[in-house]
């Protein structure tokens, strides 16, 4: 919750700017899933996803899941 906010680019961009992106893309929430757990290149500007441990521990699949699912109902 560092980078993200509900409705404000901050470090990252928005939850409701990623579900505008993705909500109607059927594969996206394996990808977002993927890159909520174990982190990954930069889709919006420089700024790369952390790795797990930069952000304090890994996430499971179930969790990631639920995550997502949230983010993308915004």
């Known amino acids: 919750m560092f980078c993200h906010t509900i409705d404000a680019p901050f470090l ?6 990623i579900a505008n992106r993705y909500r109607d893309n059927p594969d996206a929430r394996i990808m977002l899933e993927h890159k909520l757990r174990v982190g990954g290149r930069a889709h919006w500007g420089n700024m790369a ?4 441990a930069e952000r304090g521990g890994p996430l499971s ?3 990631a899941h639920t995550l997502i699912e949230w983010v993308l109902r915004h």
């Open 49 to 52: 996803m952390p790795s797990p």
């Open 12 to 17: 990252a961009p928005s939850f409701q700017e």
């Open 61 to 63: 699949p179930e969790d």
